[in-house]
Structure formats: C-alpha cells, structure tokens
C-alpha cells in the first residue's frame, strides 16, 4: 500500500500542476475549473456522463445539452442522452462524487477521470490515471468496501483537508 500511496501522491501532484480540473467550494463534487456560460460548475470534464455510464465510451458532451443536477452542470452528447439522465440522475452519476474511487480508499480527494472509468454492478467509477487503474484493478471490492466506508467522513470536506 505505501507504494500505491506514493504513486497517488506523486501523479496527483503532477495532476493539479498539469490537469485543469479542481474541486469547487463545496468540494461534493469533482468540478472544472471555472464555470458554465450559467455560472455552474462543469462535472465530467464536459463529457456525456450516460455514453460513460452505458458504454464505457467517453464521449464529448455538448454545451447545448446542459444539464444542471444538485448545482453542477453536466453536458451531453445528445438530447436522448440529457433525457435519461434528468429522468435518474443517481443511476448515472459516478460514485464519491466524480473523484478518484482508490484516492478516496486512502482517505484523499483526488482527481477522478472519465478515461480511466470503471462500471461495477451498474456504479461508475472513476480513477486518476492509468497506473492508478491498474492498482485498483487488483482489488476491486476491497477499495470499493474501503472508499464507501471513508467517503461520508470526507465528502463535506474541501480538497485542501482533504488531502492534508
């Protein structure tokens, strides 16, 4: 586990300097930096959050498909797409709000990306980066069980505590 701790300390380091893509005030949710033309954050870096859900397909979202969901705004690629999302929204919203599934498992707020996306009994996951997939892919459950039972001690926390 401590090199797995390193890995994630090093690459989300690298993330926040190189990656656009940090946590709003509330911190619930792993957002864009900046806003939408209406003023909400973009979750899902823009990317249509059902094409990911269903398909595992990272697909771009288009501002003109813009939902709002709890104060985020999340793009989609089609309006059939925006549609099954306003119908059920938890169904396709990734877990611990957006933000890397082993991160949370290590107590940490990290950067959670739709190309390295996971779907597990019908819930979305998503990690870092390509190492930090591979990590996760050697024990699945056991940092799902370990990330659900740390996120409600977290979730309300900003990034910066967070991570301290």
């Known amino acids: 586990m401590k090199y797995i701790e390193l890995l994630i300390a090093s690459t989300a380091l690298f993330g ?3 990656d656009s893509t940090i946590a709003k005030a509330a911190d619930e949710y792993n957002v864009t930096k900046g806003t939408t033309t209406t ?3 973009l979750a899902l870096r823009g990317n249509d959050l059902v094409a990911l859900t269903k398909q595992n397909n990272v697909t771009p979202g ?3 498909f813009t939902q709002i969901h709890d104060g985020v705004a999340y793009y989609f690629a089609s309006e059939e ?3 099954q999302f306003a119908a059920n929204p938890e169904k396709y919203l990734p877990q611990f709000g957006g933000y890397c599934a082993l991160g949370i498992a290590l107590n ?3 950067d959670g990306s739709p190309r390295y996306a996971d779907i597990v009994d019908g819930k979305l996951y998503l990690l870092l980066n390509a190492a930090v997939f591979e990590a996760y892919k050697k024990d699945k459950a056991g940092t799902i069980a370990k990330a659900n039972k740390l996120w409600p001690t ?3 926390l900003t ?3 967070a991570n301290s």
């Open 62 to 64: 288009l501002a003109k």
């Open 159 to 161: 990034v910066q505590e």
């Open 108 to 110: 940490k707020k990290l």
């Open 16 to 18: 926040l300097i190189a």
């Open 39 to 41: 003023g909400h954050s």
């Open 81 to 83: 797409t925006k549609r």
């Open 154 to 156: 977290i979730k309300h």
